[in-house]
């Protein structure tokens, strides 16, 4: 198929961009890397006044470490993430996840910026940016203001970023106490859109005890989860199988899965709990150095 009829603009500038979306209103859509827009628009899923094509602001492509903060630009492409010794050094837990996104010829377009805004409760960059902790930097005609990603996801393929607004950026805090991390994933084939994922930072004192959590689970929900019982749970302990299977009951208790045509929800929920175990003990073997459980 092809889209509806649509007025097409190209700015050069970021204020050009912003002085468009103030005008178009909610008949503007920004087109990044297209990875989703495209297609929707293709099956008429989406019909849009115009789209404004943001790929010359080359600006608001970059990754680079300042005060304190790793801070993405909104254009960064995907593939750029993957391949960043920054991103490799300052959030692993980012460099493990892009992989599972799609496909590299996916990758080579899409944009983190993109990802966030189209708010795919599967999806892997808003929950790993989550999991970190992430702020969205959203600017507009009128201003700049910055939301944590706690709140900026809204609903399913809905943020905080309004009409008349663009996500230049996300930042995120660059912890210098060392952690473990994971991330897990099951989709039918590689590439494919997820069923589960679950994303796990984890620190431990010199005893091998928990000393901070943070576990988010995507495809359970409308937003990606952030579990905050498993944290309560596990700290100041020392991880045991019995203490995974523990948490991974008492984090399904904090998700509502819908069944479709791929898995039922307790199919779904079952997947929730083999991942986030797999997660959580992964995380924690890296923070603690260690092969095994005690």
Same mark, same amino acid.
């Given at each position: 198929?092809?889209?509806?009829?649509?007025?097409?603009?190209?700015?050069?500038?970021?204020?050009?961009?912003?002085?468009?979306?103030?005008?178009?209103?909610?008949?503007?859509?920004?087109?990044?890397?297209?990875?989703?827009?495209?297609? &929707?628009?293709? #099956?008429?899923?989406? /019909?849009?006044?115009?789209? &404004?094509?943001?790929?010359?602001?080359?600006?608001?492509?970059?990754?680079?470490?300042?005060?304190?903060?790793?801070?993405?630009?909104?254009?960064?492409?995907?593939?750029?993430? @993957?391949?960043?010794?920054?991103?490799?050094?300052?959030?692993?837990? &980012?460099?493990?996840?892009?992989?599972?996104?799609?496909?590299?010829?996916?990758?080579?377009?899409?944009?983190?910026?993109?990802?966030?805004?189209?708010?795919?409760?599967?999806?892997?960059?808003?929950?790993? =940016?989550?999991?970190?902790?992430?702020?969205?930097?959203?600017?507009?005609? @009128?201003?700049?203001?910055? /939301?944590?990603?706690?709140?900026? =996801?809204?609903?399913?393929?809905?943020?905080?970023?309004?009409?008349?607004?663009?996500?230049?950026?996300?930042?995120?805090?660059?912890?210098?106490?060392?952690?473990?991390?994971? =991330?897990?994933?099951?989709?039918?084939?590689?590439?494919?859109?997820? #069923?589960?994922?679950?994303?796990?930072?984890?620190?431990?004192?010199?005893?091998?005890?928990?000393?901070?959590?943070?576990?988010?689970?995507?495809? /359970?929900?409308?937003?990606?989860? +952030?579990?905050?019982?498993?944290?309560?749970?596990?700290?100041?302990?020392?991880?045991?199988?019995?203490?995974?299977?523990?948490?991974?009951?008492?984090?399904?208790?904090?998700?509502?899965?819908?069944?479709?045509?791929?898995?039922?929800?307790?199919?779904?929920?079952?997947?929730?709990? +083999?991942?986030?175990?797999?997660?959580?003990?992964?995380?924690?073997?890296?923070?603690?150095?260690?092969?095994?459980? @005690?």
């Amino acid at each position: 198929m092809k889209p509806a009829p649509f007025d097409y603009y190209r700015p050069d500038t970021l204020e050009e961009a912003l002085e468009l979306l103030a005008q178009h209103g909610s008949e503007g859509k920004l087109l990044a890397g297209g990875q989703s827009l495209l297609p &929707i628009l293709n #099956m008429r899923l989406s /019909v849009q006044g115009c789209l &404004i094509d943001i790929n010359h602001l080359k600006d608001l492509a970059y990754i680079r470490l300042e005060d304190g903060w790793l801070h993405i630009g909104a254009l960064t492409r995907q593939r750029d993430l @993957e391949k960043s010794d920054l991103v490799r050094a300052h959030a692993p837990l &980012i460099a493990e996840a892009v992989p599972f996104i799609g496909h590299v010829q996916t990758r080579n377009r899409g944009t983190v910026g993109g990802s966030l805004v189209h708010a795919d409760p599967t999806a892997e960059l808003p929950l790993s =940016f989550l999991a970190l902790d992430g702020v969205a930097v959203i600017e507009s005609a @009128e201003g700049k203001r910055e /939301v944590a990603l706690q709140d900026f =996801f809204v609903t399913y393929l809905t943020t905080d970023v309004a009409t008349d607004e663009l996500l230049t950026e996300v930042k995120i805090p660059v912890n210098t106490v060392p952690r473990g991390y994971a =991330f897990t994933e099951f989709s039918r084939r590689h590439g494919d859109f997820a #069923m589960v994922d679950a994303g796990c930072v984890l620190g431990v004192d010199p005893d091998h005890r928990v000393t901070s959590t943070r576990l988010v689970i995507g495809g /359970v929900d409308a937003v990606p989860v +952030v579990v905050d019982s498993v944290a309560e749970l596990l700290q100041g302990q020392k991880l045991s199988e019995s203490l995974l299977d523990e948490l991974s009951l008492l984090a399904c208790d904090n998700i509502d899965p819908e069944g479709d045509l791929h898995g039922s929800r307790e199919y779904r929920m079952n997947l929730a709990r +083999v991942y986030v175990k797999k997660a959580v003990r992964t995380a924690y073997l890296r923070a603690s150095g260690r092969e095994e459980l @005690e």
